[in-house]
């Protein structure tokens, strides 16, 4: 499993709307500029994140967007598996999309259901607060 681009700015973008003033929009084309990322680019995530209710737009001059909740309640995994999809290795791992017939006897499929919870009980456990406070810490720009 590899995160896209997609994954990796979904994140960026929530963290800078997580770091910046809860109380003022922020633009797309700011947090394009902080992050180098193209605008045309964070506009289709954002929209992705918008119509899941992960953050509101303001219109007019002062407009942009906003999160909906707080930091913390926003887990690495959720905006991971919103702009990714599933982070199975493997298929036969997410039983939502195959079943594998070969499950019952294939030694394999217990590496693969162990790297499954690994990745997801620490992406899980992980929130945007907690990423916004360990960049804080760093105290520069970051990169995911």
Known sequence: MKISTKGRYALR???ELALSDQDR????REIAEKQTISDKY??????VLNKAGF???????????LLTRKPI?????DILRLTEGSLAPVDCVDGSLYDCPRVEKCATSI???RMND???????????EDLANW?????GDYCI
């Open 111 to 113: 590496l693969w259901k």
């Open 42 to 47: 964070l506009e289709q995530i954002i929209s």
């Open 13 to 15: 973008l929530m963290m």
């Open 118 to 128: 690994a990745i997801n009980d620490v992406v899980d456990s992980i929130t945007l």
């Open 25 to 28: 929009p922020v633009r797309i």
């Open 55 to 65: 953050v509101r737009s303001i219109r007019g001059p002062q407009g942009g967007y």
């Open 73 to 77: 309640e926003y887990t690495a995994g």
């Open 135 to 139: 960049q804080i810490t760093k105290n």
